[in-house]
Nanobody, 126 residues
């Protein structure tokens, strides 16, 4: 059974940087679509970024509010996906979740993901 374990969350000042990591175990990782979502108190779980295989390359997508600030990447040798967060803002404060699924479509839809991590808190102070 696939498990995802996130790390790297914490408290950071506005304008600073943070890198989240998500390590998968149990099955072949390189072909999976990996996503990052976030959930602020009282709000729905929202798409942040995703990375998926397209033959000999990987494709990425981001929600508009993080484009140019966040970068998703993966290291298949380590079964790990990363979310580098730069120029963070107070509105980035949320619990960040890593998720995985075996198909490419619907990478920005939470219900399409079959495996979830436990979440890691990111708090951005102003």
């Amino acid at each position: 059974q696939v498990q995802l374990v996130e790390s790297g969350g914490g408290l950071v000042q506005a304008g600073g940087s943070l890198r989240l990591s998500c390590t998968a175990s149990g099955r072949t990782f390189s072909s999976w679509t990996m996503g990052w979502f976030r959930q602020a108190p009282g709000k729905e779980r929202d798409f942040v970024a995703a990375i998926w295989s397209g033959g000999n390359t990987y494709y990425t997508d981001y929600t508009d509010s993080v484009k140019g600030r966040f970068t998703i990447s993966r290291d298949n040798a380590k079964n790990t996906v990363y979310l580098k967060m730069d120029s963070v803002k107070p509105e980035d404060t949320a619990v960040y979740y890593c998720a995985a699924k075996s198909v490419r479509t619907g990478w920005n839809i939470p219900s399409h993901y079959t495996v979830w991590g436990q979440g890691t808190q990111v708090t951005v102070s102003s």
